[in-house]
């Protein structure tokens, strides 16, 4: 709740400055000058940045069940989810949570990741094949890898990241696109051929930006995972998760399926959501004694 409160203050904070800006480029609709409407473009930035990484927060668990088809376990139907809703429970006190949804989703590829609105409305989702190739030791390090993440509030966090750049990128866009397209000098009501040239333009290239931010952010929050994994799980049980998953790509690598673990390379890296293995290997064994 705090973050949300704190996203709704710099939201309000970036809006007042984008139109403080506004009136001193000379911006403002007063009925009639023509161009940019400036309220109109203020109201849809704050659309888009606060409504769209609200609602995209309240519904994160709905999506995602319907998105991958993970069906929760909500009474054990063998003694391996019996385990597996223990082991949820046991880290999720351990880290100071309500206890998160586990599903399961039909995946032959080793997968998992945590969604929700909120650190005590979660969901921590893990593929089947996450079940079939790894052992209990390592789906324990892979279940307090997103027990952290959900401790941390990760997920909010990103999502009220992405809404605030959402906000930033849309108003100078448009407003830029307006100067160059200078349909305000003209006298003329509508936009010029220029304007939705430049506006789009505008916004795609801060928008790539952003995105790069954003997995940079994510990418930093995936090391403090792990670590928080290795806390609940044990060092060695998260190490050997990694290193199975380093094994399982290197026999059958698996078209982006393997992404989520940090096995994406290449030029992609930029946008890649999780750092590669090697380094968070690295990261993991400089941080206190395995057990």
């Known amino acids: 709740m705090k973050r949300i409160v704190l996203f709704l203050l710099v939201e309000l904070s970036i809006l007042s400055i984008l139109g403080l800006l506004g009136s001193l480029l000379g911006l403002k609709c007063d009925g009639v000058q023509p161009g940019l409407n400036l309220p109109s473009v203020l109201a849809v930035g704050t659309l888009l940045g606060v409504a769209g990484a609200l609602v995209s927060l309240l519904l994160s668990r709905r999506l995602a069940l319907r998105g991958t088809q993970a069906a929760p376990v909500v009474q054990p139907s063998s003694a391996a989810e019996a385990w597996l809703l223990a082991t949820v429970e046991r880290q999720a006190r351990a880290a100071g ?55 941390s509030g990760d997920m909010v966090t990103l999502g009220l990241l992405q809404g605030v750049l959402n906000t930033f990128i849309f108003f100078p866009a448009r407003a830029i696109g307006n100067v160059l397209d200078g349909s305000s000098r003209r006298g003329s009501a509508a936009a010029g051929p220029a304007f939705s040239a430049v506006s789009l333009a505008l916004q795609l290239v801060p928008g790539l930006l952003a995105t790069a931010l954003v997995a940079w952010f994510s990418r930093s929050r995936e090391l403090r995972a792990d670590a928080g994994g290795a806390h609940l799980a044990g060092k060695r049980k998260m190490v ?22 940090g096995l994406t390379r290449g030029t992609g890296w930029l946008f890649a959501t999780h750092p590669p293995l090697d380094g968070r290997l690295a990261a993991l064994s400089g941080a206190g004694t395995a057990r």
């Open 97 to 151: 949570v309500a206890v998160p949804v586990l599903a399961i989703f039909p995946s032959v590829v080793p997968n998992s990741f945590a969604t929700g609105p909120t650190r005590n409305r979660a969901l921590i989702a893990i593929s089947q094949g996450v079940l079939d190739h790894l052992n209990q030791d390592e789906i324990e390090a892979v279940l307090g890898h997103e027990i952290s993440h959900i401790a």
């Open 240 to 261: 050997a998760a990694l290193e199975k998953l380093v094994t399982l790509e290197a026999r059958s690598p698996l078209s982006g399926g393997l992404a989520a673990f």
